[in-house]
């Protein structure tokens, strides 16, 4: 069993929006470096978003002023806002989480993954 879970992926049209979760019954997400992750078909897995539990966030240059992360520690829940979104967004979303204050740029030695939420971004 997966120790984070995604939802809200789909299919939406360029320019429209879809809103990505993140949620846990067994971590405490507030406690913990929450990260999102994607990976299309064929390319390496790619950090597009993450924020600490000071709430301060980083934004990959890809999808800064489209994205943004966010927590409601009241849901243990973290959230991706996609707005305006492209045909090259199309991707397996990846949520992470990491006892560290560390948002690792490849993913590599995080501590807890959710298996994938699909957006497909149709043109």
């Known amino acids: 069993q997966a120790q984070l879970e995604e939802s809200g992926g789909g299919l939406v049209q360029a320019g429209g929006s879809l809103t990505l979760s993140c949620a846990s019954s067994l971590l405490n997400l507030d406690t913990l470096t929450v990260a999102w992750f994607r990976q299309a078909p064929g390319k390496e897995r790619e950090r597009m978003a993450c924020?600490?539990?000071?709430?301060?966030?980083y934004y990959a240059d890809s999808v800064k002023g489209r994205f943004a992360i966010s927590r409601d520690n009241a849901k243990n829940t973290v959230y991706l806002h996609m707005n305006s979104l492209k045909p090259e967004d199309t991707a397996v979303y990846f949520c992470?989480?990491?006892?560290?204050?560390?948002?690792?740029?490849?993913?590599?030695?995080?501590?807890?993954w959710g298996e994938g939420t699909l957006v497909t971004v149709s043109s």
């Open positions: 992470a989480a990491d006892r560290a204050p560390y948002c690792s740029n490849d993913g590599s030695g995080v501590d807890y």
């Open positions: 924020i600490w539990p000071d709430a301060n966030t």
